[in-house]
């Protein structure tokens, strides 16, 4: 098959919003999927305790390798028209039965980022209502009520969520920035650029730090999950690729160095270690007022909230393409017809949200140490291995198709991607207990979790193969190849089907 190097029509589902989001709007919704303001007050100090004042390198490090990543990313993004993304790129290069493993893993760690955040957006939304309201509920109701919301905001038009996300973006990033201007217009405890000293990036601890560095920028990817409801997504997708990148990498290196100056280069790490969690609200205090951190506490909450609703948005949509494909029941593809979102997948989605933090409740379980821990951290894994073989899916797709781009965005840049999201897959299986705080057999079930499901996903594509070739041989025949626009018109792209 072959296609005119005009831009390609779009393969998507019938009802869907078609050219509803800008490069703006995806941004918003994937920089919110990252929740900048809980990673940096959750998070960062962890990484100024255990990596130094160093810290801030790591997030350049993971900045820089998923930038390169984003190179063949999106440049085969141009040549494939399908809104699976992991999955569809997967297929396409390495064939349909790593497609079809890819589908799974895809599901199971998108599910898995977005329901154990629940048990985040419960301890934080009851530690802030109890502390500044007087409220006393218990965290499971402020989870259930989370759920509600993020259905609500998913099953409205999709740029009613952007324009949800931007708002709540803005005023957590807009919080953050303020916080760090006001450290060094007041000079901190001594403004220093030590913590790029190269001493302090190669340190050991960097390594233990490295994969937390990589889990900030989750969901990023997501950008091509939208291409249907994208305006010009040839142009628009790389756009907003590179800019989520580029802001999430720039906000968390400069923030996590700034609240380093607020303290101290000599005494930061002793301030992290000493108080963690309340080390940006001691910075807050010190440098704007006690009322900042009364706004910082509320908009904590509303950051976790916009990190479920983008990722709810990534599932829904990776159920529907899915689900069109014909891997899973046709009635996960309904579109509404009035918001024309994937409604069905939405309540699907919504359901297992609501089994999972019923029973984590139901069980006495701690909603930040097991239900956000653990089942947050094998989504980690998972999304670095769809991210290695999407690189190796774009080296041989375009070993396979004759096109105008360059080597270093058709083989160099995704080499080296996947090498480095290898590097950071042996640093986090080797500081797993440093990821889930525990160790023994949770650990086990945490590093076996994407093992057991890329079988099942193998066993799965084996028996479609044997009881359903036409739905096996139909994967990703939505997908094409294009050639540039702009390149010759009359030169063509062959597309080579999954195999």
């Known amino acids: 098959m072959s296609l005119s190097s005009s831009e390609p029509a779009v393969v998507a589902a019938p009802g869907l919003k078609h050219n509803a989001l800008g490069a703006r709007d995806l941004v918003f919704i994937v920089v919110s999927a990252a929740a900048p303001l809980m990673v940096m007050v959750g998070v960062a100090p962890l990484a100024i305790m255990i990596g130094g004042i160093g810290a801030p390198a790591a997030y350049v490090f993971a900045g820089i390798a998923l930038a390169i990543f984003a190179v063949g990313f999106t440049t085969m993004s141009r040549h494939i028209d399908n809104v699976g993304a992991f999955y569809s790129y997967i ?281 956000l821990i653990w089942v947050n951290t094998p989504g980690i894994f998972g999304i670095l291995l769809l991210q290695v073989a999407a690189a190796a899916s774009v080296v041989v797709f375009f070993r396979r198709n004759r096109t105008h781009e360059g080597a270093w965005r058709t083989v160099v840049a995704p080499a080296l991607s996947a090498a480095l999201m290898v590097f950071a897959m042996v640093l986090a299986a080797k500081n797993i207990s440093f990821l889930t705080g525990t160790t023994g057999l949770v650990n086990d079930v945490v590093l076996w979790t994407i093992p057991a499901t890329c079988l099942v996903g193998a066993i799965w594509a084996f028996w479609l193969r044997r009881n359903r070739p036409e739905v096996f041989n139909g994967l990703a025949s939505a997908c094409g190849a294009t050639s540039e626009p702009g390149n010759d018109p009359g030169a063509r792209t062959e597309a080579v089907p999954a195999t």
């Open 91 to 371: 297929a396409v290069g390495l064939g349909r039965t790593a497609g079809v493993i890819a589908a799974l893993v895809a599901l199971v760690c998108y599910n898995a980022l977005q329901i154990g955040v629940y048990g985040l957006l419960g301890v934080t939304a009851e530690s802030t209502f109890s502390d500044l309201f007087g409220i006393d509920l218990p965290w499971w109701a402020y989870a259930l009520a989370g759920v509600a919301i993020v259905w609500f905001v998913g099953f409205r038009s999709v740029d009613f969520g952007a324009k949800f996300l931007a708002v709540l973006l803005t005023a957590e990033t807009g919080l953050l920035l303020i916080l760090a201007v006001a450290i060094l217009v007041q000079g901190g405890a001594g403004i220093s650029l030590t913590s790029f000293a190269p001493h302090h990036l190669l340190i050991r601890p960097m390594t233990v730090i490295l994969p937390t560095a990589f889990a900030a920028f989750m969901g990023f990817e997501a950008t091509v999950i939208y291409r249907s409801e994208t305006r010009e997504p040839r142009t628009t997708i790389p756009r907003a690729t590179y800019a989520a990148v580029a802001i999430l990498a720039l906000t968390y290196t400069f923030i996590v160095w700034a609240i380093i100056q607020a303290f101290g280069s000599a005494h930061a790490v002793g301030a992290a270690s000493a108080d963690p969690v309340g080390m940006f609200f001691t910075a807050s205090d010190r440098y704007v007022g006690t009322w900042f951190s009364t706004v910082m506490h509320l908009l904590m909450v509303t950051s976790v909230i916009a990190s479920l609703v983008a990722f709810h948005n990534a599932v829904t949509r990776y159920t529907l393409a899915i689900a069109n494909e014909g891997l899973l029941p046709a009635g996960l593809a309904r579109i509404h017809p009035r918001t024309r979102t994937p409604y069905v997948a939405g309540l699907a989605q919504t359901a297992l949200a609501l089994a999972t933090v019923a029973g984590f409740a139901i069980g006495h379980a701690d909603p930040y140490t097991q239900l």
